[in-house]
């Protein structure tokens, strides 16, 4: 009876925690993705143009990419458990500003706070899901990478039927959802410092002390493998960038069909690439993340090339076959570089976080001025090609390599 008492309680609380991380990530997509969801609302009671409105999704995007990598490096020398409710403090000052905002500064200081509270969340709370994990480090991963693509599927529903019939005012609605998050944060935070306290302490001076944060594998081998996971995230990002800004406008002009249409193929997209999110981690522990990585990003371009020449309905079943097998490589790909440095686990994933936001920013722009200056159908053919790039997972090196050399420096 006493050894039952003492295996059973830590497991419990880790999976817990894993549930609660993943619930926060919703929670903060969800208010993140709120904000260029309602941009017509913004457009009509403030009488912005696009330009101004642009700048907008420019500070909430870039806070969020610039941040990211600085707090996940310092979160690796020095982890900060208080950082995780301080984050959610942030989003709900951010909301409070859309929801007073009466002049544009107002709105870009209200889009800094939301992407300053996006910043914190992401490499910690990708940590204490690592640190929940176990032996399933690709099925957590998924489990709070889910969370933020179900944030990111509701957040279009709620600007629909909370800031549509309520206004701009209606943005105070989502402090309810801030002040639940900073509650959430605040118990994770609280169970992240008791196992920091648990873990062992490392040395702090001497050959011992570079040892212990020296990563595993040569500079050149990271570079490298860094480099082609980065070009990866690129074909995803800037594809998923071009469906979710621009192929609505696409779908109208093509099919002539209206708006509403349009955003069932969006909403399909993003529900499947729900399931595909939490599919993938799982597949990857079973085999393989080299295996998964490929399959996520060139298994999907079949379905891309073909998505511009489908009829209506074909397009439907299209954007499922894309979301599902899309979605499911990103946490893949974050574990996968974790294992590559094991020793900057923050590092890594405010970098790939960053990395994610920063490069459908930049990929919303240039599409953007692309579609300005050719055509619609241009544009999204050009995006269709993008998952090809998958292939270049292929050159990555196998799972068996990275392991065993963490495990030997280890």
């Not at 870009?108 to 899901?129: K, N």
């Not at 509403?260 to 993340?289: E, H």
């Not at 489908?310 to 979301?323: D, E, K, N, Q, R």
Request: with cysteine.
């Amino acid at each position: 009876m006493t050894q039952t008492t003492v295996l059973h309680p830590p497991r419990n609380p880790a999976i817990w925690m894993l549930l609660g991380v993943s619930f926060a990530h919703l929670l903060n997509d969800a208010m993140q993705t709120a904000v260029p969801a309602s941009f017509p609302l913004f457009q009509s009671s403030m009488h912005l143009n696009f330009t101004q409105i642009g700048w907008v999704a420019f500070m909430l995007n870039i806070t969020a990419s610039v941040l990211q990598p600085l707090i996940g490096f310092m979160s690796d020398r020095r982890p900060m458990p208080n950082l995780l409710p301080l984050g959610m403090v942030f989003s709900l000052i951010g909301v409070l500003g859309f929801a007073y905002a009466d002049a544009l500064w107002m709105l870009l200081a209200a889009a800094v706070f939301i992407g300053i509270g996006s910043s914190v969340l992401h490499p910690e709370s990708s940590r204490v899901a690592r640190m929940a994990a176990g032996r399933g480090r690709g099925m957590a991963q998924s489990v709070f990478q889910v969370g933020g693509n179900t944030g990111q599927a509701l957040a279009p529903l709620l600007v629909a039927f909370v800031l549509l019939p309520l206004g701009q005012h209606g943005f105070l609605w989502f402090t309810i959802t801030a002040v639940a998050g900073i509650a959430v944060q605040f118990v994770i935070s609280r169970w992240y410092a008791g196992q920091l306290a648990l873990a062992p302490a490392k040395p702090k001076a001497g050959a011992g002390a570079d040892r212990n944060t020296q990563s595993p594998h040569k500079p050149m081998f990271i570079l490298g493998t860094m480099s082609l996971l980065i070009v990866l995230l690129f074909s995803k990002f800037v594809y998923i960038a071009g469906m979710t800004g621009f192929y609505s406008f696409y779908f109208m002009d093509h099919y002539h069909l209206p708006l509403s249409r349009a955003q069932i193929c969006l909403f399909v997209l993003q529900f499947a690439g729900m399931a595909g999110t939490l599919l993938g981690g799982p597949l990857a522990d079973r085999f393989g993340r080299k295996t998964m990585i490929w399959i996520s990003i060139a298994g999907t371009a079949p379905f891309s090339l073909l998505l511009p020449y489908a009829s209506p309905a074909f397009a439907m079943v299209l954007c499922g076959a894309i979301g599902l097998i899309l979605m499911s490589g990103f946490s893949v790909i974050i574990v996968y570089a974790q294992e590559l440095m094991p020793r900057h686990v923050g590092t890594v994933s405010g970098l790939f976080f960053g990395l994610a936001f920063g490069m459908a920013g930049l990929g919303s722009v240039v599409l953007g001025w692309l579609m300005d200056t050719t055509s619609y159908s241009f544009v999204i053919t050009l995006c269709s090609f993008l998952p090809l790039l998958g292939l270049c997972a292929f050159l990555l090196p196998r799972d068996a390599k990275l392991m065993r050399k963490s495990e030997v420096k280890a």
